[in-house]
């Protein structure tokens, strides 16, 4: 029987049960019965690649309620060339700016969306950075439901809103940060106006834990030493953390890597408390970054976070707006991989432990980059010269011969 779980008391609740945090306040996550689940390398063989090729871990089983716009089956890059420059042995990126909306929100909605349709919900909701309404706002159209978008004024890159206004949400720009936006988008789900798709629903986390699952397959199933992941609202990690757990207790893998979390500086509860060997965060006010997209100062999976990092025997780490710029160009330039700078910190974040040391070199690494660079051209554009103009050929001809 699959169940949504406190994470605090245990207490138990039904999959087809609206819930979004236990009746002692507890966050909730979704068990399974992994000790009967009979599963191989051999049973996802044949099947097409993406979320639901796992479809055994997942907790919608009628497959006619399955919303899918071919999310997950991302690339993994080997980095040669970072490799040579941060002088690591062997380093890999996995691109989630490639799923259909841009960002690896898509793995979360799919099985978001589709447990809300087996539920028969009409109206969904989410706040967000940005990405989450992108994403959302798509799946719940493909589903036929209403959409619901609260968006941190004037904050959201420019990709995002287009998507979400494109897709047909209905967006409103709350006067006020995202924790803020959050709160008022929780209060709408309490009184059931809509179905709440942030990450506090453990059911999108579920989609997210095929992260995990994917880099063990495309790594032929020798897992990495470390995984480095961007952290906002602290959703993914946890979730990529769960995918990895769940492939070890059933057999399918036979280490586990050590979860890595990377915040902004203006926006890093979460360090904060991991330096502090503390089990939870003080809400960090104002917080401020480059990075949209992890502009966030009340993390609702704090908990989880600090738990993954912990049991893994992982880290967490804080990196300027300037190294998150720095490491953004850095893989444009010497990789080809284009992603919106939240993403960058991931490598940022990988630079600074080096030279910390407290990565190793000989470390078999996977770099998360969580979002596609066209997601915020401004900040792209504001990184670069402005393009030269020119009149006639002797102008190009002047320009390209210096
Ligand atoms: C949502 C998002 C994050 C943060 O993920 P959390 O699960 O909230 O920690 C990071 N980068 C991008 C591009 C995102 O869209
Ligand atoms: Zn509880």
Redesign the pocket.
Same mark, same amino acid.
């Given at each position: 029987m699959i169940k949504q779980k406190c994470i605090e008391c245990g207490k138990e609740y039904n999959v087809d049960e609206i819930v979004y945090n236990c009746e002692c306040g507890g966050l909730l996550e979704i068990v399974y019965d992994l000790e009967n689940l009979e599963v191989s390398r051999e049973t996802f063989k044949n099947r097409e690649f993406g979320v639901w090729r796992y479809k055994e871990f997942l907790p919608v089983k009628d497959e006619n309620k399955i919303i899918s716009l071919k999310e997950g089956n991302t690339p993994l890059y080997r980095c040669k060339n970072l490799e040579e420059i941060f002088g690591v042995k062997e380093l890999y990126v996995k691109h989630e700016g490639a799923n259909p909306t841009g #960002?690896?929100?898509d793995r979360g909605m799919t099985v978001g969306v589709s447990l809300a349709n087996t539920l028969n919900i009409k109206s969904v909701g989410c706040a967000s950075?940005? %990405?989450?309404s992108a994403s959302l706002a798509a799946y719940s159209a493909k589903a036929g439901m209403n959409c619901i978008v609260l968006l941190p004024e004037g904050k959201v890159a420019l990709g995002k809103l287009a998507q979400a206004m494109f897709y047909g949400a209905k967006v409103l720009e709350v006067m006020g940060n995202f924790d803020y936006a959050l709160e008022m988008v929780r209060e709408l789900a309490n009184k059931k106006y809509v179905y709440l798709l942030n #990450?506090v629903n453990p059911f999108r986390l579920e989609g997210?834990k095929t992260i995990g699952f994917e880099i063990a397959e495309q790594l032929n199933w020798d897992v990495p030493d470390r995984v480095i *992941?961007? *952290?906002? %609202?602290?959703?993914? +990690?946890s979730?990529i953390w769960k995918g990895f757990k769940e492939f070890y207790k059933t057999g399918l893998i036979d280490s586990l890597p050590k979860m890595t979390g990377i915040q902004a500086e203006g926006a890093n509860p979460i360090v904060r408390a991991f330096k502090k060997g503390k089990e939870d965060i003080e809400p960090y006010p104002n917080p401020e970054t480059v990075a949209t997209? +992890?502009r +966030?100062g009340n993390?609702v %999976?704090a908990k989880k976070?600090l738990r993954a990092i912990y049991e893994s025997k992982g880290y967490a780490e804080d990196v300027s707006d300037e190294e998150i710029l720095n490491a953004q160009k850095l893989l444009a330039r010497k990789e080809g991989i284009f992603v919106?700078p939240? #993403?960058a910190s991931s490598i940022a974040g990988l630079k600074k432990l080096l030279e910390e040391g407290i990565i190793d070199k000989d470390e078999k690494i996977v770099c998360i980059t969580?979002?596609h660079g066209l997601?915020d051209p401004d900040a792209a554009i504001r990184a670069c010269e402005k393009p030269i103009k020119v009149k006639n050929i002797d102008d190009i001809l002047k320009i390209i011969s210096n």
């Open positions: #960002s690896f929100k950075t940005g %990405n989450t #990450s997210q *992941v961007p *952290v906002g %609202n602290a959703g993914n +990690i979730a997209a +992890i +966030i993390p %999976n976070a919106e939240a #993403s969580t979002g997601k």
